[in-house]
């Protein structure tokens, strides 16, 4: 069997083709500037997955699309994103739509869902058997393998870790859902931006200070570049960075009592600089036993919400009667 793993992000579509041992066999990426309609962006997956198919004639071909926000995986339905700002795209048929143009009917989840079964399957090997996945980008996502199996929840909305709330509800900061007190507001990067320029005109000769009035766009690279330098102002950005997504990540262990967590996305490069203030909070909880034994680890694969939906593409097809 071959899967075909479609990721739909805010700046790239990334699609990739991988086979029953888990080979990749094929990877793409396309910009998703100029896309205008949700009709053009569904014209480009089709065309890839038309392209596979005659490519493996003969084969059978499964295929899962991870989409960014609140999907109905039993329909297929983008309901709700943020992200993608097309004028025709609410409650985005994406599984109808990819049947109708090339006769193969996708999986459709969201898409730190389909990564938490990337990491499950590449970085774990199936090992544990409940695991929280947290992906840390612009947005925060979070995916759950709950008794060895992808968990999705009642609705397909499971694993909202970034809009799970940690502050206080009207005075917390804004976050791009619309609420205010999210864990994305403070440790995606558009809190982490806020809390920077805060600091930033608190210690305005600080060596992030500098590198953020040297770039034209804020990069989360410069905060890196700052904690390298060993600047306070960027350590202290990640030390508190490490102990809000503590207080989010203890929530969830304490709910869900997992046994893994694995933090990956762009931000998750920035471990060695918040492990630290992440750990201390885990080790300060007053019920120590799901904290005990936890794994907490980082997958540095960045194409893994794209390779996740080709595994689980395969996976979810084998086990249909
Ligand atoms: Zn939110």
Avoid at 71 to 82: F, H
Avoid at 203 to 218: G, I
Avoid at 227 to 233: I, L, N, R, T, Y
């Amino acid at each position: 069997m071959i899967g075909i793993g479609i990721d739909i992000g805010g700046t790239f579509i990334k699609f990739f083709v991988l086979n029953e041992k888990g080979t990749v066999l094929r990877a793409d990426k396309l910009e998703t500037e100029g896309i205008r309609t949700a009709d053009e962006f569904i014209d480009k997956l089709a065309l890839f997955i038309n392209r596979i198919k005659k490519e493996y004639a003969g084969k059978p071909l499964a295929v899962a699309v991870g989409a960014p926000g609140d999907v109905d995986n039993q329909k297929g339905i983008l309901r709700y994103n943020p992200n993608l700002k097309f004028t025709d795209m609410t409650d985005w048929p994406i599984a109808k739509n990819i049947f109708e143009k090339t006769g193969i009917l996708p999986h459709v989840a969201n898409d730190a869902t389909l990564a938490a079964w990337g990491v499950y399957e590449t970085d774990l090997h199936r090992q544990g058997s409940n695991v929280l996945v947290v992906t840390l980008g612009t947005g925060v996502g979070g995916g759950l393998i709950i008794n060895q199996e992808l968990y999705q929840g009642s609705n397909g909305s499971a694993g909202e870790i970034g809009h799970t709330k940690i502050a206080d509800l009207t005075t917390g900061p804004l976050c791009g859902c619309g609420a205010r007190g999210c864990l994305e507001a403070f440790v995606g990067t558009i809190g982490i931006k806020r809390r920077v320029l805060e600091a930033v005109k608190e210690h305005p000769q600080s060596e992030l200070a500098k590198r953020v009035h040297q770039t034209k766009d804020f990069k989360i690279e410069v905060v890196f570049q700052a904690a390298e330098q060993k600047c306070p102002v960027a350590l202290k950005i990640w030390e508190d960075t490490g102990y809000y997504l503590g207080v989010g990540i203890a929530n969830w262990v304490l709910t869900l009592d997992v046994d893994t967590v694995v933090l990956t996305g762009g931000v998750s490069g920035a471990a060695p600089y918040f492990m630290p203030a992440l750990k201390r909070v885990l080790a300060n909880q007053q019920i120590k036993t799901p904290f005990n034994q936890l794994k907490l680890l980082v997958s540095k694969n960045p194409n893994i919400g794209g390779i996740g939906a080709a595994l689980y593409a395969i996976y979810h097809a084998q086990r249909l009667p």
